[in-house]
């Protein structure tokens, strides 16, 4: 049984940083097809943040470009997102979620529909 665990979220001051780590149980990060970060702030719809590819390749959606970055450690079996520079605007709750497909493009999605695999979320909020 595959298992995402968000943990790192908290409150921040703009400008501040946090870690956000994704544990995964049940499956190994190293053959995930695609993972990745997505946000929910409220009355929003769900938002594509980062996404890695089995392979290596990443991007990220606009408003995060340059300052977020996605990474993964399959020793630990772990996905990361390291968010620099933050904004009141990146308030929101934020999902680690994850594909078995492989993707031969070598591009991961950002769209919520592609993932089947899904955290319960941690919260971060940026104060101004």
């Known amino acids: 049984q595959v298992q995402l665990a968000e943990s790192g979220g908290g409150s921040v001051q703009a400008g501040g940083s946090l870690r956000l780590s994704c544990a995964a149980s049940?499956?190994?990060?190293?053959?995930?097809?695609?993972m990745a970060w997505f946000r929910q702030a409220p009355g929003k719809e769900r938002e594509g943040v980062a996404v890695?590819?089995?392979?290596?390749?990443?991007s990220y959606g606009e408003s995060v470009k340059g300052r977020f970055s996605i990474s993964k450690d399959n020793a630990k079996n772990t996905l990361y997102l390291q968010m620099n520079s933050l904004k009141p605007e990146d308030t929101a709750m934020y999902y680690c979620a994850a594909d078995k497909g492989i993707r031969y493009g070598g591009n991961c999605p950002h769209d919520s529909s592609e993932y089947n695999y899904w955290g319960q979320g941690t919260q971060v909020t940026v104060s101004s």
């Open positions: 890695i590819h089995l392979y290596g390749g990443t």
């Open positions: 049940g499956y190994m990060t190293s053959t995930f097809g695609c």
